[in-house]
T-cell receptor, first 107, second 115 residues
Framework: DAKTTQPNSMESNEEEPVHLPCNHSTISGTDYIHWYRQLPSQGPEYVIHGLTSNVNNRMASLAIAEDRKSSTLILHRATLRDAAVYYCILSYSKLTFGTGTRLQVTL | SQTIHQWPATLVQPVGSPLSLECTVEGTSNPNLYWYRQAAGRGLQLLFYSVGIGQISSEVPQNLSASRPQDRQFILSSKKLLLSDSGFYLC??????????????FGNGTRLTVT
């Protein structure tokens, strides 16, 4: 199954953009790239997903590399409420979640 | 709108006791249903998924089992709990075919402590 690689942690200042990277070099042509985030003691929350083209929604943007071997979740203006663990997963990898990236947002 | 209910929120059980966690989904039909477990400081591990009533696929060998007696009901069980069964159990649902273009929607989880 294709796997994803994410940094363990990242920090950002409030009101600044955040770019969360994800590498998935063994992605297959039919894998969708999904992003979720998890607050402490809560279930993960869906953020965004895409296949080939960049995607935007009210929460974030997803930038997908042309070769699809990496993607970046973009939070345009980080707030304290965005502090969470962010997971990048591939739909055909049996929806396996790794340990994600812990995002810290500071004032 | 669709909602997912999972209970109880917390549970403390002695080793060797049985377990039953229930999950129900409202506002959708024929959902795909999933049970995940998250150990402390770890990622989410897919335990079971179901694409229909009575259809259960197990992802990892363990002393847990799952059942889907109704379209929108998913139950996680154990006859005898082990200490290693402690963790945060999450139920999720998705629409459409498994693992395709359908986001997962998670419940609020059950934190199980086996003592």
């Amino acid at each position: 199954d294709a796997k994803t690689t994410q940094p363990n942690s990242m920090e950002s200042n409030e009101e600044e953009p955040v770019h969360l990277p994800c590498n998935h070099s063994t992605i297959s042509g039919t894998d969708y790239i999904h992003w979720y985030r998890q607050l402490p003691s809560q279930g993960p929350e869906y953020v965004i997903h895409g296949l080939t083209s960049n995607v935007n929604n009210r929460m974030a943007s997803l930038a997908i590399a042309e070769d699809r071997k990496s993607s970046t979740l973009i939070l345009h203006r980080a707030t304290l409420r965005d502090a969470a663990v962010y997971y990048c997963i591939l739909s055909y990898s049996k929806l396996t979640f790794g340990t994600g990236t812990r995002l810290q947002v500071t004032l | 709108s669709q909602t997912i209910h999972q209970w109880p929120a917390t549970l403390v059980q002695p080793v060797g006791s049985p377990l039953s966690l229930e999950c129900t989904v409202e506002g959708t039909s024929n959902p795909n249903l999933y049970w995940y477990r998250q150990a402390a400081g770890r990622g989410l591990q897919l335990l079971f998924y179901s694409v229909g009533i009575g259809q259960i696929s197990s992802e990892v060998p363990q002393n847990l089992s799952a059942s889907r007696p109704q379209d929108r009901q998913f139950i996680l069980s154990s006859k005898k709990l082990l200490l290693s069964d402690s963790g945060f159990y999450l139920c999720a649902w998705s629409a459409g075919a498994y693992s395709y273009n359908s986001p997962l929607h998670f419940g609020n989880g059950t934190r199980l402590t086996v003592t």
